[in-house]
C-alpha cells in the first residue's frame, strides 16, 4: 500500500508537467495541421511533394506508441489491441510491419510481427529535436517507397482517467475533408506550393511529437489511476486482514479462558 501510494504521487507529480506540455503544444499543433491541408487542397494534385503522393497499398507501417514501463493498467494493452487489430481488419490484405516508440510495444509484438525499428530510447530524452529524427527517419521510408502508408497508434490524453487510443495517417498527408476554395482570403508570398514545400516537414514533425507528447501524459495518467485504484485494494486488504486478525486473537483469548474455567471447576470436583 505504502509502495502504489508513493508511485501514484510520484506519477501525479509527473501528469501535471506533462499535461501541460501537451495542452500548450496542442492548438499550435491542430492549426498548422489545418492550414497545411487547407493549402494542400488548392494545389495541383502532384505539387503536394513526394509527402502527399496516393499510392496503392501493398505495405504498411503502423507505428505502435507506448511506454517503457509497466504498472499503469490496460494503457499499454490497449495499443498493441488496436495495432494488431489494423492487420486483421484494416489491412488485411497487406503487408503491415511496425515501428515501435515503447518497450512495451517491441516486446509483446516482436513475438508474432516483424518489427522494422524500434526508437524506444527517446523517452529518456523527449525534446522536439530528438523526436524530429524520428520522424525524418519515416518520411525518407515513405519517400524512398519503402512504404505506401504510415499510421500512428497512440493514446490520446483528454484527463488523468481518461485515454482515447487514436488510429492516425501519418503519411501520405492526408487531404481536408469538406474544403472548397480554403485559401481564398489569403495572399501567399512566393507562393503556395512553396510554402507547402516548407511547412510539410515541419507539419510532419510537430504531428508525431504531439502524438508522443500525448502519450506521454496519457501514461502518467493512467498510472496514477492504477496506483490509485491498487492503493485502495490494498487499505481494503488490510482491513479485512485487520479483521480476520482481531478475530482469531479473540477466539484465542476465549479458548484460553475456557480452558481455564473448566480446568478450575475440575479441580474444585
Known sequence: MQITS?????SAAKLKKAQDAITAMR????????????????????????????????KVLVVAIT?????????NTNIIKQSASLLQG???????????IGKKAK???????????????VYDDL??????????????LYAGGAYDR???????????????????????????????DAGADYIYEPGKAEIVEQLIPKSLKTQLYKAIRDSFASEHGARMTAMHKATDN???????????????????????ILEIVGGAEALNK
Not at 525534446?127 to 525518407?140: R, Y
Request: net charge negative; proline share 2%; aromatic share 8%.
Open 27 to 58: 492548438p499550435y499543433a491542430d492549426k498548422l495541421t489545418e492550414l497545411l491541408q487547407n493549402l494542400s487542397a488548392n494545389l495541383e494534385e502532384d505539387s503536394g511533394g513526394a509527402y502527399s503522393e496516393q499510392r496503392e497499398l501493398n
Open 234 to 256: 490494498a487499505k481494503e486488504l488490510r482491513d479485512q486482514l485487520k479483521l480476520t486478525y482481531n478475530k482469531a486473537r479473540q477466539a484465542s483469548i476465549t479458548n484460553e
Open 127 to 140: 525534446t522536439f529535436e530528438n523526436v524530429a529524427a524520428i520522424a525524418e527517419i519515416l518520411m525518407d
Open 107 to 121: 516486446d509483446i509484438l516482436k513475438k508474432r510481427h516483424r518489427i522494422a525499428a524500434d526508437h524506444s530510447s
Open 67 to 75: 511506454s517503457n514501463r509497466g504498472l499503469c493498467g490496460a494503457f
Open 6 to 10: 508513493a508511485m501514484k504521487m510520484v
Open 90 to 100: 484494416k489491412y488485411g490484405g497487406q503487408q503491415v510491419e511496425f515501428f515501435t
Open 150 to 180: 504510415i499510421d500512428l497508434v497512440y493514446n490520446k490524453f483528454k484527463n488523468a482517467a481518461t485515454q482515447e487510443v487514436m488510429t492516425e495517417q501519418f503519411l501520405p498527408i492526408a487531404p481536408a475533408e469538406g474544403v472548397t
